[in-house]
């Protein structure tokens, strides 16, 4: 057991890393969803997009995170300038947060129409839908990170 998370030790750091972003981007999106409709009506559904802001913000937050993340823990630096290495780094999150805002509104619009009650906490259909979009995105971000951006 000890060898195989020795060779996967990547992979292992990534998942803890992307936990960790995930719990900032869910926070702040959780933040960002009660506030901003206070200061923009339309937030909670603007011209059919649902918490686009919130979701903007949120993302934004979580990929600052994780970028840190990344060159200090999960991958080796070293295959690009650190200039072009981070332009990288945001163009792939760019691309990553439309595609997260595409399935957010998917599973909101379409899938979870209810609250999940965890006996702890309940999550709002928001939630999951935003929980949902963060996993289906982290495995296609891991990839492409490992693979373009760093050293493998």
């Not at 981007?25 to 919130?54: A, C, Q, R």
């Not at 792939?92 to 947060?97: D, E, H, K, P, R």
């Not at 595409?102 to 839908?129: A, C, G, H, W």
């Amino acid at each position: 057991m000890k060898q195989l998370l020795l060779k996967q030790k990547q992979v292992l750091f990534f998942i803890i890393a992307g936990g960790l972003s995930a719990i900032v981007e869910i926070g702040s999106f959780k933040l960002f969803s009660v506030y901003i409709p206070n200061l923009f009506t339309l937030e909670k559904d603007f011209y059919g997009i649902h918490f686009p802001l919130s979701n903007i913000f949120s993302t934004f937050c979580g990929i600052i995170f994780n970028y840190f993340l990344s060159i200090w823990f999960v991958f080796e630096r070293g295959k690009h300038s650190k200039r072009k290495e981070f332009a990288y780094f945001m163009f792939i999150s760019f691309l990553s947060t439309l595609l997260s805002l595409l399935f957010f509104q998917i599973f909101f619009r379409y899938v979870f129409k209810d609250n999940l009650d965890l006996l702890i906490y309940t999550l709002s259909p928001e939630m999951i839908s935003k929980i949902s979009a963060i996993i289906l995105v982290s495995i296609l971000n891991y990839s492409v990170k490992k693979n373009v951006i760093f050293n493998g």
